[in-house]
């Protein structure tokens, strides 16, 4: 992004252009900590956990038309750009299980092991992953993040995650419904209360046809066609897809990365200049395509534009995912 911005400002460049560019650094892109943003959510510092729905909420992005970003990649093209592609959406679930503590050597009789429902809940959640269609990418990967508070005494809170991720709003909704059967089944088989709180995530990433375009000629004119691949359905999930169901909005990946894959430990930038420069390059040059000429291509791409939905129904939508329940037998 600051490389596209020092592009941006090279002389001749910004007053040629009819229209305006903002640079936004949006913080809680990665969706985790779950329990604390929840805790902020409940104290009314935030109402979404991830960052470009709280802008979205926030008018933040009312005046913008257009957006892009570009995410360095560990994955082929290693030596390129990825273009296209979709990314599925998700919701992220916070689950609670209240047992009973008792001694678990002397009288585990007396007690309702939350450990237990929880195990049996993640049982349930994978016996349903045969019913899951190919194309709905769905995807659910629980952590139990407390299991217990001593080894001796019976596990009487216990605390869990999961995304629950689809390539669709309505993929999304059918498994968030048959994940909570699981949860609902492991406190019923032991005996324990569940709490499920359900939070509302990110939508599937929609890349504009035409802005896709745009983008995928400068990039071939900086690293050449045969270094510009086409991306498919990917699993993971970005709060860009909830910029694409309102406007026309791209999200490529760059090379230039290696490790084990994206954002592990080992993870590091070994080629600057297509990671940073090339990437940075190619987003200026779309932004100059885009508003030059009288912003004709721009005006273009928003007029053939179909955006989802509007502010207001996405919020909307966003906020019917919330859901706070508690479950006993």
């Given at each position: 992004?600051?490389?596209?911005?020092?592009?941006?400002?090279?002389?001749?460049?910004?007053?040629?252009?009819?229209?305006?560019?903002?640079?936004?650094?949006?913080?809680?892109?990665?969706?985790?900590?779950?329990?604390?943003?929840?805790?902020?959510?409940?104290?009314?510092?935030?109402?979404?956990?991830?960052?470009k729905?709280?802008?979205?909420?926030?008018?933040?992005?009312?005046?913008?038309?257009?957006?892009?970003?570009?995410?360095?990649?560990?994955e082929?093209?290693?030596?390129?750009?990825?273009?296209?592609?979709?990314?599925?959406?998700?919701?992220?679930?916070?689950?609670?299980?209240?047992g009973?503590?008792?001694?678990?050597?002397?009288?585990?009789?007396?007690?309702?092991?939350?450990?237990?429902?929880?195990?049996?809940?993640?049982?349930?959640?994978?016996?349903?992953?045969?019913?899951?269609?190919?194309?709905?990418?769905?995807?659910i990967?629980?952590?139990?993040?407390?299991?217990?508070?001593?080894?001796?005494?019976?596990?009487?809170d216990?605390?869990?995650?999961?995304?629950?991720?689809?390539?669709?709003?309505?993929?999304?909704?059918?498994a968030?419904?048959k994940?909570?059967?699981?949860?609902?089944?492991?406190?019923?088989?032991?005996?324990?209360?569940?709490?499920?709180?359900?939070?509302?995530?990110?939508?599937?990433?929609?890349?504009?046809?035409?802005?896709?375009?745009?983008?995928?000629?400068?990039?071939?004119?900086?690293?050449?066609?045969?270094?510009?691949h086409?991306?498919g359905?990917?699993?993971?999930?970005?709060?860009?897809?909830?910029?694409?169901?309102?406007?026309?909005?791209?999200?490529?990946?760059?090379?230039?990365?290696?490790?084990?894959?994206?954002?592990?430990?080992?993870?590091?930038?070994?080629d600057?200049?297509?990671?940073?420069?090339?990437?940075?390059?190619?987003?200026?040059?779309?932004?100059?395509?885009l508003?030059?000429?009288?912003?004709?291509?721009?005006?273009?791409?928003?007029?053939?534009?179909?955006?989802?939905?509007?502010?207001?129904?996405?919020?909307?939508?966003?906020?019917?995912?919330?859901?706070?329940?508690?479950?006993?037998?």
């Open positions: 992004m600051l490389a596209a911005a020092i592009g941006l400002q090279a002389p001749g460049v910004l007053e040629s252009l009819s229209g305006s560019v903002t640079l936004m650094v949006v913080p809680a892109e990665e969706y985790v900590e779950i329990e604390w943003r929840n805790e902020q959510r409940m104290a009314g510092r935030i109402e979404f956990l991830g960052g729905p709280e802008f979205v909420r926030l008018g933040e992005l009312d005046d913008v038309d257009i957006c892009m970003m570009t995410h360095v990649t560990t082929n093209p290693h030596d390129g750009f990825g273009v296209g592609g979709t990314n599925t959406g998700l919701v992220a679930k916070f689950i609670k299980y209240v009973v503590k008792s001694h678990a050597g002397g009288a585990p009789h007396l007690g309702i092991n939350a450990l237990n429902a929880a195990h049996m809940a993640i049982a349930g959640i994978h016996a349903q992953r045969e019913t899951y269609r190919d194309e709905d990418m769905v995807r990967h629980p952590i139990i993040t407390r299991g217990g508070s001593v080894v001796n005494v019976v596990p009487d216990v605390r869990m995650e999961t995304f629950v991720r689809g390539s669709s709003i309505n993929a999304i909704r059918s968030n419904e994940v909570d059967r699981a949860l609902r089944s492991g406190a019923l088989a032991v005996g324990a209360r569940v709490e499920i709180t359900t939070l509302p995530g990110y939508l599937p990433l929609a890349p504009d046809e035409n802005l896709t375009a745009l983008h995928r000629a400068n990039a071939e004119a900086l690293v050449g066609s045969d270094r510009v086409e991306f359905r990917r699993g993971g999930s970005t709060d860009m897809g909830d910029l694409t169901q309102l406007m026309p909005g791209i999200h490529p990946y760059v090379g230039g990365a290696v490790g084990r894959s994206n954002h592990a430990e080992d993870m590091v930038v070994d600057y200049n297509l990671a940073v420069l090339d990437a940075g390059k190619a987003m200026a040059m779309t932004v100059v395509d508003l030059s000429n009288g912003a004709s291509e721009g005006i273009r791409v928003i007029s053939e534009h179909k955006p989802a939905m509007t502010k207001d129904e996405y919020l909307i939508l966003q906020r019917a995912f919330l859901s706070e329940r508690s479950y006993t037998e």
